[in-house]
Structure formats: C-alpha cells, structure tokens
C-alpha cells in the first residue's frame, strides 16, 4: 500500500551520506531482530536510551504520526524522517561519554566528559 493518507509530514532536510550512515547505525543498532522495521518496542528502547520515558500513549501517538505506510512499525526512512538532529547528537555523545558501556554515565564519566570537552574547545 503506497496511500499516504492524510499523514502530512514536511520533507527532512537533505541528508548528507555520513549523517545517513550515523542514522543507520543508530537505527540497526536499535533493530534488534534485524528485519528493517523498529517494532514498538525497539522504538521504546531506542527512546529510553535517550533518556525519555514515553507513556504507552505517547508511544501509540508517536508511531501512529510517523508510520506514513501504515505497518504498525517504523522503517528506516520514516526514522529519517522522524528523529530530531538534536536527539541522534545527544545519543552520540551519551555513547561516547559512556566509557564503560552500561548504558549510563555516571559522575566520574560525565567529569571526564566535560574535562575533555572544555580541554579540546580551549584553544578553539
């Protein structure tokens, strides 16, 4: 089924091939029976790492918006389309100033966080 309904969302804004490929990983890595689609409760996951805590409304309103094909899931462009420039940065950094993987960033990784962003941005 190719109806888009009356779902109206406004193009994304052309994407550049690394920016794909950051949202791919994000979006693969969150896939996690791999078959192109985040379920629901893939897309709950991906939002908690983020640090959301959607209700099961917010969730039903979020894929309702954003699922233009009708699947009850989310595929890859939709999440293109879907997800905040903003909120993929933040997933990055949480990523990367979680040193030990534990999905958090407890005090001594966020102190080495902040270290090391004011140490590489004061030279600017």
Known sequence: MSDDGDKSTPAPAKLGDEQLAERREIFRSFDQNKDGSLTELELAS????????????????????????????????????????????????????DRDGDGCIDFDEFVQAITSAAYDNAWG
């Open 46 to 97: 991906l939002l908690r790492s983020l640090g959301l805590e959607p209700s099961q409304d917010q969730l039903d309103t979020l894929i309702q918006n954003a699922d233009r094909n009708n699947s009850g899931m989310i595929e890859f462009s939709e999440f293109v389309a879907l997800v905040e420039p903003d909120l993929l940065l933040l997933h990055l950094i949480i990523k990367e100033a």
